[in-house]
């Protein structure tokens, strides 16, 4: 659900964007917030441990 109303929120940005003077807006723009988004995920999972993992070991 974060992961879904962040991107939300870019391609939102990015439609503000296209009509500000000066600026533009871009999809490319929006899929690069999705791959942060997604890059943030796995390394999130990558960094935290399940805690069913943690109460195995004691």
């Known amino acids: ?3 879904a109303l962040t991107v ?8 503000h964007q296209h009509h500000v003077p000066g600026r533009t807006g871009t999809v490319r723009d929006v ?3 999705a791959l942060g988004v997604a890059l943030a995920i796995i390394l999130t999972g ?3 441990t399940p805690r069913a ?6």
């Not at 939300?8 to 439609?15: K, R």
């Not at 993992?53 to 004691?58: F, L």
């Open 1 to 3: 659900m974060a992961a």
């Open 8 to 15: 939300a929120y870019g391609a939102i940005d990015e439609f």
């Open 31 to 33: 899929a690069i917030d």
């Open 46 to 48: 990558a960094v935290t």
């Open 53 to 58: 993992a943690v109460a195995g070991r004691h």
